[in-house]
């Protein structure tokens, strides 16, 4: 049975990982069969509403604000536990690599991964670090108390629960984006993100901010579009089809220019 939940969690972009979720949600059916849908974020009802001020505990004993973490930076929050053997490092360790090797490693965001288990502390935290280290300036690792994990999963649509018998947590496998004043801006979903995918995402996140840095970013947004179909950013069709007009029509104009300059000889 375990490894049927296992395959069929993978199937559908979810992680085996840590966490809790209350009774009133039905994980298995009648027949033993996990329930997918109740791990599904309603992304209209959160999008575009704000994560609350949590306190964070940080490696160094010291205790912040999570908006004065993310103050003036575009930031990817990731929801995950540091005892997990399952894709909670996956997807660390993949995002790790994507800002490492690519563009990414020169712009200015924030990568704030927070435990929902309750039961880590420091020590699981630096264990994790060092396991999975070095990590760049963008990173900041925390734990937070259970209040604040209730309030801040609440807040982004995040369910998770403990699966006894496999000794694991389910949840949602996705990076969510957050706006530097604690907005919801994006939901990605998956383990292996791409660089276009993160940096239209981080776009997304400060828009109302232009520099010399984000133009390239800001076009982006121009010529993609968001398929949540896919949870992946495609060519905007609108765009597509678009250039297709205007290049068909600069195709006559230059067409009628060369007939102006070569004239057809009268017989």
């Known amino acids: 049975m375990k490894k049927f939940l296992v395959l069929l969690l993978l199937s559908i972009g979810l992680a085996s990982a840590s966490g809790v979720m209350g009774p009133s949600n039905k994980a298995f059916d009648d027949n033993d069969i996990f329930n997918p849908e109740i791990l599904k974020i309603d992304e209209r009802k959160y999008l575009g509403t704000f994560v ?54 020169d712009k ?34 925390g734990i937070i108390d259970k209040k604040s ?24 496998n996705v990076y969510i984006f957050l706006s530097p004043e604690g907005r ?3 939901y990605l979903y998956g383990v292996k993100p791409s660089e276009r995918d993160i940096r239209i995402a981080l776009a997304e996140s400060t828009q109302n901010k232009i520099s010399l840095n984000s133009v390239i970013d800001l076009a982006y947004l121009v010529c993609f579009t968001y398929d949540p179909s896919r949870s992946r950013y495609v060519v905007n069709p609108t765009l597509l089809f678009g250039g297709i007009g205007f290049s068909a029509l600069g195709l006559v104009i230059l067409f009628a220019l060369l007939m102006n300059k070569f004239p057809k000889k009268e017989v």
């Open 184 to 186: 919801i801006t994006r």
């Open 52 to 105: 609350p001020n949590v306190r964070i505990l940080l490696e160094d004993g010291s205790v912040e604000d999570l908006y004065s973490l993310i103050k003036e930076k575009p930031t990817i929050l990731l929801l995950s536990y540091y005892t997990c053997e399952g894709t909670c490092p996956v997807r660390v360790d993949n995002l790790k690599k994507l800002i490492q090797k690519t563009s990414l490693k």
């Open 108 to 141: 200015d965001f924030r990568v704030l991964n927070l435990s929902f288990d309750k039961r880590d502390t420091l020590e699981t935290l630096r264990e994790f670090k060092k396991l999975h280290g070095p990590f760049t300036y963008h990173w900041v690792f």
């Open 149 to 172: 994990i209730h309030e801040l999963t609440e807040s982004v649509g995040f369910k998770f629960f403990f699966v006894e018998r496999d000794k694991t947590f389910v949840h949602p």
